[in-house]
């Protein structure tokens, strides 16, 4: 995992809440707690478990993002893959959250890496399937709010 | 990187014609516009079109030899296809505001 904080294909977003680390982690791992500031969905924070963020479909995106439990590190980290599209043709991120305790609270960092390691030598060609990343482009563009 | 190339370069693969010349080019190198045509399965003028629009998005570069002109791919112009991810920024700070007022609402 440390090697995809230094990875220039990642996203990282971090704020600190005014809460401690044990509610931060509710809010991440319970469904209905979940649904209401992510999106619907049938998560439940066991490694390996399959499950879906579900929102209304739009034009070329069913809405769906299909996920599974990689880390489950109460109340430390928690990580999950974040795929849209169909299968094969369609689009895979990891999203890691990692709970750090903070001063009045918790810091929360989260980091969505586009490609695994193994991936990156391939940058600069053709074999990560830039075809399907643009064929998906739309939807997921659509996806975003 | 600036924001009208990467308009450029999203907008010159939008086209699935245009995106399988491309991808032709990354997978067989150095190709002729001929050949490009037979694989494409277009007229050669349409063809010619495509690659003008790869072309000002500095997906692909040309070189004239004889009568032929010789096309190849710049992989290293896909870059502002990574820095598309920020985009997805937007999407998370706007769940952590919205994780923020769940935090404030659920019991400590």
């Not at chain 2, 491309?22 to 399965?41: D, I, K, M, N, S």
């Amino acid at each position: 995992m440390s090697s995809q904080a230094v990875c220039p294909q990642s996203l990282v977003v971090e704020r600190v809440f005014p809460h401690p680390p044990e509610k931060l982690w509710r809010a991440l791992t319970e469904s209905q707690l979940l649904a209401q500031w992510m999106m619907s969905n049938d998560f439940e924070p066991v490694v390996g478990r399959r499950f879906q963020f579900q929102r209304d479909p739009v034009p070329n995106w069913n809405g769906v993002v299909d996920c599974e439990v990689l880390i489950v590190d109460p109340p430390q980290r928690l990580s999950y893959s974040w795929g849209i599209g169909e299968g094969g043709a369609g689009l895979h991120w990891l999203v890691l959250w990692t709970l750090t305790p903070a001063e009045g609270g918790t810091h929360v960092r989260m980091e969505q890496s586009g490609f695994r390691p193994d991936q990156r030598s391939n940058y600069n060609g053709a074999k990560y399937g830039w075809q399907k990343f643009f064929a998906n482009l739309d939807s997921v563009v659509a996806g975003l709010d | 990187m600036t924001l009208p190339h990467a308009n450029h370069v999203f907008r010159a693969l939008a086209d699935p014609t245009r995106r399988s010349i491309f991808e032709q080019l990354t997978r067989q190198g150095e190709q002729t516009v001929h050949a490009l045509t037979r694989y494409a399965g277009v007229s050669q003028p349409a063809v010619s079109r495509h690659l003008t629009v790869l072309r000002r998005a500095k997906l692909v570069r040309h070189r004239r030899e004889g009568r032929e002109t010789h096309y190849r791919a710049q992989p290293d112009a896909l870059a502002p296809m990574v820095d598309w991810l920020d985009l997805y920024g937007a999407f998370w700070r706007d769940r952590f505001d919205r994780l923020e007022s769940l935090l404030n609402r659920m019991a400590p």
